[in-house]
């Protein structure tokens, strides 16, 4: 057998697992207290192969501590930004977006209670705040969001079903006429807004982390207009939802820095800082144009 690669990447990310490129095989191990969580991603990537057309999920074998699918040889859509105009990487997200909607936001479509993804941000908040001090002014900040509530909003009428629940650009792998779904997160459930999914993508185009790799700075300005594109693009595919969509991938952009926030802290409190003053921000500059929109 050929071998296109081989090595360990010990990086891990969120699910502290070690990867292994063995030949065709890549394998994710998980490190020692880890495999119930990365059991959990296999599960969930083959709940989420059943519904996606097969060349867009690779097969994925279980054992005990861990799983392994086979090899793609492409690169992920943000060293594609790096390699090429960001409108270039946007225009294959367009054919993503496309096919994660027919495949299984349009077949699942079930309505969501945000309030309980209001008390899971709480939880996770209150886990940073015992390792920061505190985190009391966030919380302040979510209670107010919670508080413009008020059965008229379109947070509270999220359209929900199976989602990808990690849609980054490092988490799609490209060729020049395919790509790969890889690294799906089905925490904090198998069942999430589809919004989820959009305000990963939302942190894609914004956070500074990703942003910070793009080679020659794409500006602020740029990536706004850039994140239109995309916005065009859902608000076709979901003519109902076009009004809340803002509403909701902005939130849902928040929940995922507020979701980073404690392992950030366990690996750059500087940088836990970063997205703790940032989710500060968005949230403001959320309650505020909920406050003029009611
Ligand atoms: N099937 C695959 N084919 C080619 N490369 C892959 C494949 N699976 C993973 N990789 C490469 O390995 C990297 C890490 O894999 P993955 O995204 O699954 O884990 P992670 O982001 O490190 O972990 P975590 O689940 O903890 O966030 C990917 O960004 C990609 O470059
Ligand atoms: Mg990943």
Request: glycine share 6%; charged share 25%.
């Amino acid at each position: 057998m050929s071998h296109v690669c081989s090595g360990v990447d010990e990086r891990g990310g969120i699910s502290g697992s070690s990867i292994e490129f063995l030949g065709r095989t890549v394998r994710k191990t998980a490190r020692s207290g880890g495999e119930e969580k990365l059991l959990a991603q296999a599960e969930h990537m083959k709940r989420l192969a059943q519904k996606l057309p097969g060349h867009v999920l690779k097969p994925i074998k279980t054992d005990s501590c861990g799983y392994s699918m086979e090899y793609f040889p492409g690169i992920s859509l943000d060293v594609f930004c790096t390699m090429c105009s960001p409108y270039a990487a946007f225009q294959r997200l367009s054919e993503i977006v496309t096919l994660m909607h027919d495949n299984l936001y349009a077949k699942h479509n079930e309505s969501y209670d945000i309030y309980a993804y209001f008390d899971y941000l709480n939880k996770r908040l209150e886990s940073y705040g015992r390792l920061a001090g505190g985190a009391s002014e966030l919380n302040a900040r979510l209670q107010d969001l919670r508080a413009c509530l008020n059965g008229k909003t379109a947070l509270e009428h999220c359209r929900a079903g199976l989602v990808h629940g990690d849609l980054t650009f490092e988490n799609i792998l490209l060729t020049a006429d395919s790509f790969v779904l890889i690294d799906s997160n089905p925490s904090p459930s198998y069942f999430a807004p589809w919004a989820l999914d959009v305000g990963k993508i939302r942190q894609s185009v914004f956070s500074f982390y990703e942003r910070s790799k793009y080679s020659g700075a794409q500006s602020r300005e740029a990536l706004e207009k850039v994140y239109l594109y995309i916005g065009e693009r859902f608000s076709r595919l979901f003519p109902v939802w076009s009004e809340a969509l803002d509403q909701q991938s902005r939130f849902f952009e928040i929940s995922h820095y507020i979701r980073l926030l404690d392992y950030k802290y366990r690996t750059s409190p500087k940088l836990s800082k970063y997205y703790y003053d940032l989710s500060l921000r968005l949230t403001d500059e959320l309650v505020r144009s909920m406050r003029v929109a009611s």
